[in-house]
């Protein structure tokens, strides 16, 4: 039963369109992050949280809103997509603390702008 | 802003020949490291842990950290086929809970 679940999988949309992703984790853990990953650039943070209504910026967050709902719903928005935002998108969650780094990992939201 | 590099981009090996991969990181302040391996673009799975300077073994993979010279390394002995994928190494502090990742190094591993 996978404890990290990312939708859409997949998404294809134009230049300004209106993207949401959505993450859920039932880990019931303190931490969500946002990553996006490109050739050669690794995982790069985008947003994460320690908790509901919580928000800390990441080191690429230009172009990207995010939202914590509930402990278990973290969101990534984007209000006027661009090309430079294809790329794919991974949901994790963490307990922190000595565990920061022991990251849960959904299964990525490919987002394509045409 | 941490920065974590990984080098080389990408390395070949033989079956059965030892893999190195480095990472180094610009916060000294870090204390927690961790090594990802991730097959064709799906989900990370963790290999090795480590918090403190010395080694960590799991299995084939041995993690070593100096964290006087900002470095990481990982070790794969006797590396398979099913071993090539990409590795990324994770450093974060455990009161910022802020985890940065490293640019990654693609491992083949020829038979």
């Known amino acids: 039963e996978a404890a990290v679940t990312q939708s859409p999988r997949n998404k294809v949309t134009v230049t300004g369109g209106n993207v949401t992703l959505s993450c859920r984790q039932t880990n019931s853990h303190n931490y969500m992050y946002w990553y996006r990953q490109d050739t050669g650039h690794g995982l790069r943070l985008i947003h994460y949280s320690y908790g509901a209504g919580n928000l800390q910026i990441g080191d690429v967050p230009d172009g990207y809103k995010a939202t914590r709902t509930t402990q278990e719903d973290f969101f990534l928005l984007l209000e006027l997509a661009s090309p430079s935002q294809t790329s794919l998108y991974f949901c994790?969650?963490?307990?922190?603390?000595?565990?920061?780094?022991?990251?849960?990992f959904g299964e990525g939201s490919k987002l394509t702008v045409l | 802003q941490q920065k974590v590099q990984q080098s080389p981009e990408s390395l070949t090996v033989s079956e059965g020949a030892m893999a190195s991969l480095n990472c180094t990181f610009s916060d000294g302040t870090s204390n927690n490291f961790r090594w990802y391996r991730q097959h064709s673009a799906k989900g990370l799975e963790v290999l090795v842990s480590?918090?403190?300077?010395g080694e960590k073994e799991e299995g084939r993979f041995t993690a070593h950290l100096n964290r006087a010279n900002l470095h990481v390394s990982l070790h794969i002995r006797e590396p398979q086929p099913s071993d090539s994928a990409v590795y990324l190494c994770?450093?974060?502090?455990?009161?910022?809970?802020?985890?940065?990742f490293g640019t990654g190094t693609r491992l083949q591993v020829l038979p």
């Open positions: 994770a450093v974060s502090t455990s009161n910022t809970n802020k985890v940065v």
């Open positions: 994790a969650s963490s307990e922190g603390g000595r565990n920061t780094g022991q990251l849960y």
């Open positions: 480590i918090f403190s300077d």
